[in-house]
């Protein structure tokens, strides 16, 4: 996950790194891992030293440098994260206000494709999080409106939800469609009590990315991000759910952080331990 390469910036465990986004490209490399899944959200809106959005996606300059960059490292980037909606939520707001932000999905569609990317994760967890009936078929009729738009691009609209197994896998089966699909998080899922396997048999044949990342369970005093197998996760059950529906699109490491300006290392070492499972 994008952001994991280097420091955190102004406290955010989780963001586009203004400042130093291009590094993460050689230690991506260095830390053996293939791909970034690149993050937009509104603190990647505010502008670099050259007035320009300092997320390169949204600027033509921005994506020359983009795309040298990954060529030059050998890093793709073929998910986007679009933690801009966790910001700004489709949930909860004005009629006016989720028209506004619908048109801000439909505009990312594109840009996904133009950085070669072939999904685009959903966030609906935390301040996003979907409560209650109205707020289950409101995001039904999002995605209705948006999928044609995903057509035209063949663009993957994947959703990370924090709902309960049976609730999701009902949620998803009102929008049938093959460009919609889940994203699965480990650590979420582990930090919520749920188990790995009930969640693939209840609707793992929607699912089209995964997340690892380990988790305090909220019943042992929070979710807090812990290193990998040192959390509630249960990482036999979570590689043998995913082997159960023969998974292998990728994994986005989305591990806890560790030492400032030793994130190449670090990464390699929660690489290594998701090998152990994962060949």
């Known amino acids: 996950m994008q952001g994991r390469l280097v420091p955190p910036e102004e406290g955010r465990f989780q963001s586009f790194p203004r400042q130093r986004w291009r590094d993460e490209f050689p230690r991506a490399n260095q830390a053996g891992i293939d791909y970034i899944e690149w993050i937009h959200d509104a603190y990647g809106e505010g502008k670099d030293a050259t007035g320009r959005p300092a997320n390169p996606i949204l600027s033509p300059e921005g994506l020359a440098e983009f795309d040298a960059l990954k060529q030059k490292h050998n890093i793709a980037t073929p998910a986007l994260c679009a933690d801009w909606f966790m910001d700004v939520p489709f949930l909860r707001c004005s009629p006016a206000e989720r028209t506004r932000r619908e048109q801000h999905l439909h505009t990312l569609i594109p840009i996904?494709?133009?950085?070669?990317?072939?999904?685009?994760?959903?966030?609906?967890?935390?301040?996003?999080?979907?409560?209650g009936e109205y707020e289950k078929q409101?995001?039904?009729?999002?995605?209705?409106?948006?999928?044609?738009?995903?057509?035209?691009?063949?663009?993957?609209?994947h959703l990370e939800t924090d709902l309960n197994p049976e609730e999701f896998a009902e949620l998803l089966s009102r929008l049938v469609h093959p460009l919609l699909k889940a994203n699965w998080?480990?650590?979420?899922?582990?930090g919520l009590g749920y188990i790995a396997s009930e969640e693939f048999a209840a609707y793992g044949e929607r699912i089209g990315s995964v997340h690892i990342k380990d988790r305090r369970s909220k019943?042992?005093?929070?979710?807090?991000?812990?290193?990998?197998?040192t959390g509630s996760a249960d990482f036999d059950d979570v590689f043998a759910a995913m082997q159960s529906i023969?998974?292998?699109?990728?994994?986005?490491?989305?591990?806890?952080?560790?030492?400032?300006?030793?994130?190449?290392?670090?990464?390699?070492?929660?690489?290594?331990?998701?090998?152990?499972?994962?060949?």
């Open 112 to 131: 996904a494709k133009r950085i070669d990317a072939t999904r685009i994760i959903l966030p609906f967890v935390d301040h996003s999080r979907i409560n």
């Open 138 to 157: 409101t995001v039904v009729e999002i995605l209705k409106r948006a999928l044609p738009i995903a057509e035209q691009q063949n663009i993957e609209l």
């Open 185 to 190: 998080d480990s650590g979420n899922s582990s």
């Open 219 to 229: 019943f042992a005093g929070g979710i807090a991000t812990m290193p990998l197998g």
């Open 246 to 279: 023969h998974y292998n699109r990728g994994i986005t490491l989305q591990v806890a952080r560790g030492t400032d300006d030793d994130e190449a290392a670090w990464i390699a070492s929660q690489l290594a331990f998701v090998k152990q499972y994962w060949q």
